[in-house]
């Protein structure tokens, strides 16, 4: 999980995402509901790993979340060559569950 916990800039988000499958996933660490997800985020990325998944810290990349208009983490966005292809995006709690239905709903 160590890439995962790597804090990227905004410049390096924005260069990551303009080719191939991103899932790019928006939180904080003082997000309770955030906490409540990161420990199955690596089963979660293992599984689709077709994906690359980035983390994007809600303080840090404001203006990320700005731009993808992200109000509410734990949030996740899902880009392929830099265009979005699917969101699951407000301020509630997520769970596994709920994470996976998201992903399979945009296809693998």
């Known amino acids: 999980m160590d890439a995962q916990e790597q804090q ?3 410049q ?3 260069d990551t995402i303009k080719t191939g499958k991103k899932m790019l996933f928006f ?3 003082w997000c309770p509901d955030c906490s409540f997800i990161k420990p199955v985020m690596p089963e979660i990325e293992a599984e689709y790993n077709q994906y690359d998944w980035v983390t994007v810290d809600r303080d840090a990349n404001i203006k990320i979340a700005q731009q993808f208009g992200v109000m509410g983490i734990p ?3 899902a880009l392929e060559d830099g265009e979005e292809i699917g969101r699951f995006v407000n301020g509630a ?3 596994r569950q709920e994470v996976e239905d998201f992903v ?3 296809g693998k």
Request: charged share 30%; proline share 0%; net charge negative.
């Open 8 to 10: 990227l800039t905004d």
């Open 75 to 77: 949030s996740f966005i």
């Open 27 to 29: 939180t904080a660490g």
């Open 104 to 106: 399979d709903s945009i």
């Open 93 to 95: 709690r997520k769970t």
């Open 12 to 14: 390096e988000i924005l």
